[in-house]
């Protein structure tokens, strides 16, 4: 499976911003999909990951309540919509997939993307 992320950008403390990250290669929904980030200096963290239909999301507590996940297996896409954007979101967002199960460990994540970086200024 090829990911690529795409929608990072500078924004404001704040701010909304909805990243893609589509799939080629593979049938897109045989696959569930992750979202990690790393900050300059800090080890890979857990955003969120989401079934192969979409029904079953699961969220890491810093960003519950601002961060959304959502898949269009039509579109060999998932998203990630970020609202309120806080300068500690500053960070290189990866998509990821995985045929097995849904983690937080960045290891238990077969495919990845490069990575969109995302800055939010205060």
């Known amino acids: 499976v090829q990911l690529v992320e795409s929608g990072g950008r500078l924004v404001q403390a704040g701010d909304s911003l909805r990243l893609s990250c589509t799939a080629s290669?593979?049938?897109?929904?045989?696959?569930?999909m992750g979202w990690f980030r790393q900050a300059p200096g800090k080890e890979r963290e857990f955003v969120t990951h989401?079934?192969?239909?979409?029904?079953?999301?699961s969220y890491a507590e810093s960003v519950k309540g601002r961060f959304t996940t959502s898949r269009d297996n039509a579109k060999n896409t998932v998203y990630l919509q970020m609202i309120s954007l806080k300068p500690e979101d500053t960070a290189v967002y990866s998509c990821a997939a995985s045929s097995q199960m849904g983690s937080s460990r960045p290891n238990s994540w077969t495919y990845w993307g490069q990575g969109t970086q995302v800055t939010v200024s205060s």
């Open positions: 290669g593979r049938t897109f929904s045989n696959y569930i």
């Open positions: 989401i079934s192969r239909s979409g029904a079953i999301i």
